[in-house]
């Protein structure tokens, strides 16, 4: 009895839904034709479940079920044939069955398996007596309970596909009310079936509007050229080959075109549908959908237009713009203004962790890391709004000062969608943050020479005129000329000068008795930086010497000559600068600004600053062609 709990026996007798159901003229039937053609008092089609044994049909026996310790058929499951026990009562498997030892009192018992549609054994057709039968059944009626047999199995497969094809039509029509529904709610999709033969083609009421086409007779069905003119005309002869090779190949469609309507308007469609074929390859059915993409096809247009404007504005800014989504920090669009400044196309990383293949470097030599850059700070939530100035490393190995500003891209709930930075390369503003600062330095180191030189007019003044009034009108006119050397200075850079012009206003200021420098030297024009230069550094010189040289004392002078030396390349411009008559000098025991200004010299040149105890002597060598390069 071990197939009695058998799940997968079990599990097909469950699926066949027959236990506990109501009796069948089909079963009857069979039981009682057992009876008949065997001979017997009683027949039955047995069901044996897990705990149970249930009658499906009955003949001369008042139960429905029993007990499996009452089950005779339990032993059928097993047999590959008709079980038969002649003697129920010396059988050791039944005699002590309760039926057979008490009423009814059964002894004779023939049962053939019953076999579900997919192999597993139920249970049996039998056939019961209350006398022995020493002999079994005969041959004929042996026979004839295998055929009933049989036809218990044929009709437990009708039953079979009976249910099979009642769920299949209740799953179609909850399919296809779940189908209307959704149409009908959508209000955006259409349905058609196109019987090809016929050339009728059925079709909702949606569809039948979307082409033109008054719904009663859609629903009665209609010819295709029907629904055809609804197509743009301008689609309608692509849109027509392609349903020709679906109906050729026997293939999928899907396209989308326009349906043009009465009044003019224009909307766009997405329709999918596919062709069947009969065993033969002759077209049967084309169904299918048709979907409104019209809004969609709107945003699209709207999209492009709007993607065509911000690559024209970001094409035309003057400064570098990339675009990036959040969380990811997915860099989207960079335009060509940014690989202008960086020097290499924009490196769409695929996050924010990729960014450090952007190479760039904070004003104190660090490198900027990933997380630094302001589309990572705001991408990854930190902020709404970040900058960073820092030196970008160029493929070229070159370095610019770069600017970047970045603002969230927020949606309508405040969360950040995306970032924006405008990079901007600040380099000519970084050098002239550099000049500035030297300027600073040097206008306050000129005023407080500026300070020093009126004190030393001012006293050379008073101490060579003989009245006030002389000393007034020679300080003014001094004072006038310290102004206009300064002019001289600051115009510099515009033009190029003379060296002798340079000299003659650098000094002139100086030569408070009209012969106190004597200066000698070629015309020679240099550019605006080296004027300005030899201008600053002659200014010191002079201012040194009214301090300390030959200029602090009245029979002290001073001269000045250049030259030019060599050719081509090796060209060289020197100058000379030669203090007699002066007190003593010395080295300095330290070295001002002003003193290192002298240091700087002339653009690729030297300086040669000796303190000779007859004076100061200074020579300013530097290549000629540096010296003009920026004339």
Not at 484 to 503: E, F, M
Not at 541 to 556: D, F, R
Request: proline share 5%; charged share 20%.
């Amino acid at each position: 009895m071990s197939l009695v709990h058998d799940p997968l026996r079990l599990a097909s007798l469950a699926s066949l839904g027959l236990l506990d159901t109501q009796p069948e003229a089909e079963f009857d039937d069979i039981a009682q034709l057992a009876a008949l053609v065997c001979n017997v008092p009683v027949a039955l089609v047995s069901l044996v479940a897990g705990d149970r044994q249930w009658f499906k049909a009955r003949v001369g026996f008042p139960r429905c079920e029993t007990g499996l310790n009452a089950s005779v058929c339990a032993y059928a499951l097993s047999e590959p044939d008709i079980l038969t026990i002649s003697d129920l009562s010396l059988d050791p498997r039944t005699r002590d069955n309760p039926l057979v030892t008490g009423d009814p009192f059964i002894r004779f018992y023939a049962g053939v398996p019953l076999h579900a549609p997919d192999g597993q054994t139920l249970g049996s057709l039998c056939v019961i007596d209350r006398t022995p039968r020493p002999d079994g059944l005969t041959a004929d009626q042996a026979e004839s309970l295998r055929g009933l047999g049989r036809q218990v199995a044929t009709v437990l497969r009708g039953r079979q596909v009976n249910q099979e094809l009642k769920a299949a039509r209740d799953a179609l029509r909850i399919s296809e009310d779940r189908l209307t529904f959704a149409f009908d709610a959508s209000g955006s999709v259409g349905w058609w079936d196109w019987d090809i033969p016929t050339d009728r083609l059925y079709a909702g009421e949606r569809f039948a509007r979307m082409f033109g086409v008054d719904p009663a007779e859609a629903a009665r069905g209609a010819p295709l050229a029907a629904f055809v003119g609804g197509i743009h005309p301008d689609d309608r002869e692509w849109v027509g080959a392609r349903i020709r090779q679906a109906i050729e190949t026997a293939g999928d469609f899907s396209e989308e075109y326009r349906l043009r309507h009465a009044d003019g308007s224009v909307t766009w469609v997405h329709a999918r549908g596919r062709c069947y074929h009969d065993g033969a390859g002759r077209p049967l059915r084309y169904p299918g959908v048709v979907v409104d993409v019209t809004a969609r096809r709107l945003a699209e247009a709207a999209r492009i237009a709007t993607e065509a404007r911000l690559n024209t504005v970001m094409e035309t800014v003057p400064v570098g713009i990339l675009l990036a989504e959040a969380p990811s920090g997915r860099i989207l669009m960079g335009n060509r203004c940014l690989a202008d400044i960086l020097g290499h196309d924009t490196l769409y990383a695929a996050s924010s962790d990729a960014y450090g293949g952007f190479v760039a470097y904070h004003a104190d030599g660090r490198l900027v890391t990933a997380r630094d850059y302001p589309l990572a700070q705001i991408t990854g939530g930190e902020t709404k709004q970040a900058s960073l100035e820092a030196q970008y490393q160029r493929p070229d190995g070159t370095r610019r000062w770069i600017a970047i500003s970045g603002e969230a891209i927020e949606n309508d709930r405040g969360e950040t969608i995306g970032a924006v930075v405008a990079v901007t390369d600040i380099s000519d503003r970084k050098a002239a943050e550099a000049n500035q600062d030297l300027l600073n330095r040097e206008l306050s180191h000129r005023l407080k020479n500026t300070l020093t030189l009126v004190q030393s007019i001012a006293s050379q003044t008073l101490r060579n005129t003989p009245d006030l009034d002389a000393a007034r009108d020679a300080l003014t006119a001094r004072l006038i000329v310290l102004g206009k050397a300064h002019d001289v200075l600051l115009s510099g850079p515009n033009d190029s000068a003379r060296v002798d012009q340079i000299v003659q206003s650098a000094l002139s200021l100086h030569d408070d008795t009209g012969g106190r420098f004597q200066v000698a030297g070629p015309a020679f024009s240099i550019g605006p930086a080296a004027a300005l230069s030899l201008g600053l550094m002659l200014h010191e010189l002079a201012t040194n010497a009214a301090k300390y040289g030959a200029l602090s004392v009245p029979e002290g002078d001073i001269s000045i000559g250049w030259s030019l030396h060599g050719e081509g390349d090796a060209a060289e411009f020197r100058l000379e600068w030669c203090e007699t008559g002066g007190p003593p000098v010395s080295p300095p025991t330290r070295k001002g600004f002003g003193s290192r200004l002298i240091q700087r010299g002339l653009a690729g040149g030297a300086v040669a600053l000796v303190y000779p105890v007859t004076g100061v002597r200074c020579t300013f060598t530097a290549p000629i062609a540096g010296l003009r390069l920026d004339a």
